[in-house]
């Protein structure tokens, strides 16, 4: 559904995006992970024909985003990071002016906005104006807008960054019933926990490169430890616990006032007893992934 080759987007002297190839089957769900200024947001464009690549092949359902910018256009459903809502109408008008502008008629207009706001839980504010629903409801409403057109494909940049745990919930729900409709998604976040529970497949992306990619699970075992242990001192010990686990050969870091220690062979690591310290062990996670990954994560490089 979406293919793209050594894609590069120059902004002046910056490369936000530095040869980017990967692809995204029919129903697949694909995430991008990477910190700040990764270039997420920026590919997320190109693919969404809003932008033009610098060099490079970018093809979207069947069409080259080049050269058929406004067929691709027509065929998205898009949810930038920011909502983009137009404050000056109510919520439904929001969503009808898009499937009008987008080549509905208006009759058609208001029966799927019906529809779209009755799936995402909003049809009680139907007549609110923008500016007096929360937060959540922006973003879900936003969400809403990008299915009026029915898209084969859907890019959602942070879908729920801002929502509280039952918005980011309901959300997830929606998104996993939209998935087992077919739909293929191509989402950005910098949740791990989002990106393990929706995504099929995950490239984490770096400076503009994706760095690695694969499933969720492919990538605890490349990049992640079976169990990782976590360090709580119970007493000002932290220095001591840290030579210790350098002369033992862990990868470690500091989460806070913890620290949480990997073997670096995968396994589980058998962590010398300590005075002062409480030991208790998780299971190797995407964080873990994604910090090791991006460069920033385990050990004393
Ligand atoms: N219109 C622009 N003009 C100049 N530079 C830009 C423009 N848009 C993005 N950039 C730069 O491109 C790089 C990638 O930005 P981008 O917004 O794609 O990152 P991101 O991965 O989405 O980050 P975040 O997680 O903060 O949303 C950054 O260095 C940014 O400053
Ligand atoms: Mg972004």
Redesign the pocket.
């Known amino acids: 559904m979406i293919r793209g080759r050594d894609i590069v987007k120059r902004?002046?002297p910056?490369t936000?995006v530095d040869g980017v190839t990967f692809d995204v089957m029919k129903g697949e769900t694909y995430g991008l992970l990477?910190?700040?200024?990764?270039?997420?947001?920026?590919l997320m464009r190109l693919l969404s024909a809003l932008s033009p690549l610098s060099s490079g092949g970018l093809v979207v359902a069947g069409l080259d985003v080049t050269r058929q910018g406004r067929a691709v256009r027509e065929r998205l459903g898009v949810v930038t990071?920011q909502d983009g809502l137009d404050t000056d109408l109510t919520v439904r008008q929001n969503l009808e002016t898009h499937g009008y502008f987008s080549g509905l008629s208006r009759r058609e207009s208001r029966r799927r906005a019906a529809e779209v706001l009755a799936f995402f839980g909003l049809s009680d504010r139907a007549h609110d104006d923008i500016d007096h629903l929360s937060g959540g409801m922006k973003r879900r409403l936003a969400i809403a807008r990008a299915f009026m057109m029915a898209p084969d494909v859907i890019i959602l940049d942070?879908p729920t960054t801002g929502l509280d745990p039952q918005g980011r919930n309901l959300v997830w729900d929606k998104l996993a019933a939209l998935k087992a409709s077919g739909v293929t998604i191509l989402m950005?976040t910098?949740y791990m926990e989002e990106a393990a529970a929706l995504c099929d497949r995950i490239a984490i992306?770096h400076q503009g490169r994706i760095l690695d990619e694969g499933t969720p699970d492919e990538l605890i075992e490349r990049h992640a430890s079976v169990e990782v242990a976590q360090l709580r001192m119970v007493t000002d010990v932290k220095a001591e616990v840290q030579a210790a686990l350098v002369a033992a050969g862990y990868a470690w870091r500091e989460v806070g006032t913890m620290i949480h220690v990997a073997a670096r062979d995968g396994q589980r690591p058998q962590v010398p007893p300590l005075e002062g310290v409480r030991v208790t062990y998780r299971p190797g996670n995407l964080e873990d992934v994604f910090l090791a990954v991006a460069g920033k994560g385990l050990g004393e490089e």
Do not use: C, I, L, V
């Open positions: 902004f002046g910056t936000a990477g910190p700040n200024g990764a270039g997420k947001t920026t990071q942070e950005s910098h992306m």
